[in-house]
């Protein structure tokens, strides 16, 4: 399916590894131009070789520690500086913490600030130029708010997920379309910490129908379409991709 991304341009954080890295190289593939951000400075640079060599459209890289109060005005900035505009922005970055019930303040704070806050704020200093544009699709990467423990950071994507309904009520006028993604347990570092393969397999057996973990491409190929302008008239929705681990009621 022609899903004319070509010519685009795209912001996504978390681009090093995991779903951010599908979802780099998927757009990068669709002729997407990609300021690619995260941390780690090998990994970006061999996610641009990657890219390179499958006849992708090379990313633009940007090394930046998200938590940093600076980091929205600098991606922000790297952005428009190297892109021109920005019609497609990837709020990705994230990391699950679990906490115990009694949990200290600053691990609250880390999560909310990393999974919720930095978000908002990166959304915030992009906004204006897609309204002033009358463009833009934004996809945030949230978690699943059926755990029956305390997750930190999903506690903080429910946050996003309410948020992204609201920005999406306000910011259809102007053509720009909200939306948000929920991975079930898809393959990352991020969910390795939690399951070794014997684990993976019995949780996998017993709580996903499609009976495994998804792959982080299963995550971008529909990030990829959310985005598109195929997809322009869906917007402050949750797409889920996770093989059948949540049973919702009709
Ligand atoms: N995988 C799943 O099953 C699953 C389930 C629910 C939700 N999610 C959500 O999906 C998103 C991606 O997760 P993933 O599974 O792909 O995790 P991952 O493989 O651990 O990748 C996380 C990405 O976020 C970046 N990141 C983390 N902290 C950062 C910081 N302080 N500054 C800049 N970048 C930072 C990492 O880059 P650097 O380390 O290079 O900075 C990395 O690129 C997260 O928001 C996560 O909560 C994933």
Not at 107 to 131: C, N
Not at 195 to 221: C, H, K, T, W
């Amino acid at each position: 399916m022609e899903l004319y991304l070509k010519g685009k341009t795209a912001v996504v954080s978390g681009a090093s590894q995991g779903l951010g890295r599908a979802i780099t190289k998927e757009l990068a593939m669709e002729g997407v131009t990609v300021l690619a951000t995260a941390r780690n400075e090998a990994l970006l640079h061999a996610l641009r070789d990657e890219i390179i060599a499958a006849g992708g459209t090379a990313p633009v890289l940007l090394v930046q520690d998200f938590v940093a109060p600076e980091a929205p005005q600098r991606i922000a900035a790297a952005a428009l500086t190297n892109l021109g505009h920005v019609d497609i922005l990837i709020n990705n970055a994230g990391r699950s913490r679990p906490l115990d019930v009694v949990a200290p303040e600053d691990e609250w704070a880390a999560s909310m600030t990393l999974d919720f806050d930095r978000h908002r704020q990166l959304t915030q200093e992009l906004l204006p130029h897609m309204i002033e544009r009358r463009q833009g699709s934004i996809l945030n990467i949230t978690s699943t708010y059926e755990l029956r423990s305390i997750n930190a950071s999903a506690v903080a994507k429910a946050s996003v997920v309410v948020w992204a309904k609201q920005l999406a009520g306000q910011l259809g006028k102007y053509g720009i379309t909200v939306n948000s993604l929920q991975p079930g347990l898809i393959d990352t570092a991020n969910i390795r910490r939690f399951f070794n393969a014997a684990e993976r397999r019995q949780f996998a057996s017993q709580e996903i129908a499609l009976g495994d973990f998804g792959d982080p491409q299963d995550v971008a190929n529909m990030a990829t379409f959310l985005v598109s302008p195929r997809a322009k008239y869906i917007t402050g929705t949750v797409a889920v991709v996770d093989g059948g681990m949540r049973q919702y009621p009709f």
